[in-house]
C-alpha cells in the first residue's frame, strides 16, 4: 500500500508540472493565435492552420516596430503616443502599460537589480526588485528613497514600498532565480552571496 501512495506522489511531482507548464503553453498559444487569427479565419476558411494567427501578430508588431523607426510613419506614430497621454482616463491606463512594457523589454530594465530590505523594527529581511532608483523627479521629499517591488509567495501580486536608499542592499542574484525562490516560498534556493551598498 505504502509503495502504491510514494508511486501516486511520484507521479503528482513528475506529471503535474509538465501537464501544468503544457497547458499554460498551449492556453498562451491559443490567445496569441486568436489576436489576428479570428480576423483571417474568415478569408482563409479551411485553409486556416493553427499558427498562422500568431505569425501574423509577430510579423504585424515587426512591421509597426520597424516603421515607428522611419520618419514620417515615426512622426504620426509619436503624435498618436502624445495624443493618448493627453485623454483623461485612457493616459493612466496607457502610460502603466507603456512603462510596464518598458521596463521588461526597454533599455533601462527594471526588475534587473535584485535588492535584499530588512522589515522595520525586525531582523527579517525580504527580497525585492529594484524599480525606480530616482523618485525625486516623482517627488521630490523622495530624493533619498527607492522604490522596491516585494512579489508576494504562489502569485504575482505584490506591494511597492518606497525605501531609504542606505536601507537597501544589492545582492548578486539573478532576478529570475530571485523570482522562482520568492514565488516558491523559498523552496527552490539559488546561491547568490555578494552583497553590495546601492
Known amino acids: ?3 502504491i501512495f510514494r508511486n501516486f506522489i511520484n507521479g503528482i511531482l513528475t506529471i503535474v508540472p509538465i501537464i501544468l507548464v503544457i497547458y499554460v503553453v498551449f492556453k498562451t498559444f491559443l490567445f ?4 489576428l487569427g479570428n480576423v483571417l479565419k474568415p478569408y482563409l476558411k479551411d485553409d486556416y492552420i493553427p499558427g498562422i494567427g500568431l505569425l501574423a ?3 504585424l508588431i515587426t512591421i509597426l516596430g520597424w516603421l515607428s523607426t522611419k520618419f514620417l510613419t515615426g512622426t504620426i506614430i509619436k503624435l498618436i503616443d502624445r495624443l493618448l497621454e493627453k485623454i483623461p482616463v485612457v493616459k493612466t491606463i496607457y502610460s502603466v502599460i507603456k512603462d510596464t512594457i518598458h521596463s521588461f523589454l526597454g ?3 527594471s526588475f534587473s537589480k535584485v535588492a535584499l530590505v530588512t522589515i522595520p523594527g525586525t531582523e ?3 527580497i525585492g526588485f529594484i524599480t525606480a532608483e530616482n523618485l525625486e523627479t516623482f517627488y521630490n521629499p523622495l530624493k533619498d528613497y527607492t522604490a522596491v517591488y516585494i512579489p508576494q509567495t504562489f502569485q504575482f501580486a505584490g506591494m511597492t514600498f518606497l525605501i531609504p536608499k542606505e536601507q537597501i542592499e544589492i545582492i548578486d542574484v539573478k532576478p529570475e532565480d530571485a523570482m522562482k525562490f520568492i514565488l516558491s516560498g523559498g523552496m527552490t534556493s539559488k546561491r547568490g552571496n555578494q552583497v553590495g551598498e546601492l
Open 57 to 59: 501578430t509577430l510579423a
Open 32 to 35: 496569441l493565435d486568436s489576436l
Open 124 to 126: 527579517m529581511k525580504s
Open 1 to 3: 500500500m505504502k509503495s
Open 107 to 109: 533599455e533601462k530594465k
